[in-house]
């Protein structure tokens, strides 16, 4: 599921195949970065609170950290795809950046599936957040505050919808 070119081995594998001679096509799909998010309730853009979204992963300060220094407080949506070993680090690094303690934050476990779980609190909170044995996204940004009336009108569709 996902795109095969977002931190996917789409690249990679295609390569692989160029350098065999062997043709291939990829196929693009839509990215757990934004569809998660979407099925929480989350924009990762709005107009007034986010005009960028920022995707990184998570799973080693070393690939994640150039970035997150790089990034104004606020300036963006953060999603962190595979990110929860890291999470507190990942929280610790944007507070001493001056990212604000009660930065809006989301942590999000089976998005797409009956067992959807998202715990919704602030970037404070986020290396306390509750884990899970699924992976996990990490959403941190003004636009999480949105989650409560956008998932609310989004469960009123379902029901509209199953009449």
Do not use: K, N
Not at 26 to 50: K, N
Not at 96 to 103: N, V
Not at 107 to 119: E, G, N, T
Request: charged content about 10%; some cysteine.
């Amino acid at each position: 599921s996902g795109d095969p070119v977002v931190f996917g081995r789409g690249g990679e594998e295609a390569l692989a195949l160029a350098a065999a001679g062997i043709p291939c096509e990829i196929v693009p799909g839509v990215s757990s970065a934004v569809a998660a998010p979407a099925l929480s309730g989350i924009p990762v853009t709005h107009r007034g609170l986010a005009s960028a979204f920022v995707v990184v992963s998570g799973h080693a300060e070393e690939a994640y950290g150039p970035v997150l220094r790089s990034l104004a407080p606020g300036a963006a949506t953060l999603v962190i795809l595979m990110g929860i070993a890291t999470r507190a680090a990942t929280s610790a690094m944007l507070l001493a950046r001056g990212w604000p303690a009660d930065t809006p934050a989301a942590v999000l476990f089976s998005a797409s599936r009956p067992d959807a779980f998202a715990w919704r609190g602030t970037l404070a909170g986020v290396a306390s957040a509750p884990r899970s044995e699924a992976p996990g996204i990490i959403v941190i940004g003004a636009t999480v505050a949105l989650a409560s009336q956008l998932q609310t009108a989004h469960e009123g569709g379902q029901r509209a919808a199953a009449r």
